[in-house]
Antibody
Framework: DVQLLESGGGLVQPGGSLRLSCLASGFTFSNSVMGWVRQAPGKRLEWVSVISADGRTAFYADYVKGRFTFSRDNSVDTLYLQMNSLRAEDTAVYYC?????????????WGQGTLVTVST | EIVLTQSPGTLSLSPGDRAALSCRASQSLSNNYLTWYQQKAGQAPRLLIYGASSRASGIPDRFSGSGSGTDFTLTISRLEPEDVAVYYCQHLGTGLTFGGGTRVEIK
């Protein structure tokens, strides 16, 4: 079974940094496009970033571009989301997601989510 | 950037009813990368439909997707109590956008 296990969430002050990790198992990680999707409390889903299978190309939503960096280590089946200059509006549950191959970023597997709270 | 508007905001139906959820795009989609998810309370979303009309693995056949251009529909042919959830549409264009969701309730 596909498993995506996020970690690294927590409380951070505005302007601070946090690094999320996602450990993947149950599928060929190095062949899969992966991403992060977030959801603020009571709000709609919102994409954050998507990375190619080989890790060479990452795409970012405008509201995180220049502040977040998405990377992956295919040798340990792990994703990383480095989040800098955090703002209150970044408060959300962050989900690690796997793309259904060739589907145009339809995500067929989701982690349980990790909560990031940006507050004083 | 394309905006996706979902309607109605809330749908309240009886078990066995047919549910039609709308997702309208602010401009005609240049591809068929229109996806539907189901999110139950306290859970992560689940993929239902991709490519506007292809059912994801393990999804019951009472769920179906249709549409093209600017108008897309998720249909639940016979509503069951376990279908209570919020349903989101999503499109990949120049970026990835989600609709605001439709909440399905059982009367």
């Amino acid at each position: 079974d596909v498993q995506l296990l996020e970690s690294g969430g927590g409380l951070v002050q505005p302007g601070g940094s946090l690094r999320l990790s996602c450990l993947a198992s149950g599928f060929t990680f190095s062949n899969s496009v992966m991403g992060w999707v977030r959801q603020a409390p009571g709000k709609r889903l919102e994409w954050v970033s998507v990375i190619s299978a080989d890790g060479r190309t990452a795409f970012y939503a405008d509201y995180v571009k220049g502040r977040f960096t998405f990377s992956r280590d295919n040798s340990v089946d792990t994703l990383y989301l480095q989040m800098n200059s955090l703002r209150a509006e970044d408060t959300a549950v962050y989900y690690c997601v796997k793309e259904l191959a060739g589907s145009g970023w339809a995500f067929d597997s989701w982690g349980q989510g990790t909560l990031v709270t940006v507050s004083t | 950037e394309i905006v996706l508007t979902q309607s109605p905001g809330t749908l309240s139906l009886s078990p066995g009813d047919r549910a039609a959820l709308s997702c309208r795009a602010s401009q005609s989609l240049s591809n068929n990368y229109l996806t539907w998810y189901q999110q139950k309370a306290g859970q992560a979303p689940r993929l239902l439909i991709y490519g506007a009309s292809s059912r994801a693995s393990g999804i019951p056949d009472r769920f179906s997707g249709s549409g093209s251009g600017t108008d897309f529909t998720l249909t639940i042919s016979r509503l069951e109590p376990e279908d209570v959830a919020v349903y989101y549409c999503q499109h990949l264009g120049t970026g990835l956008t989600f609709g605001g969701g439709t909440r399905v309730e059982i009367k």
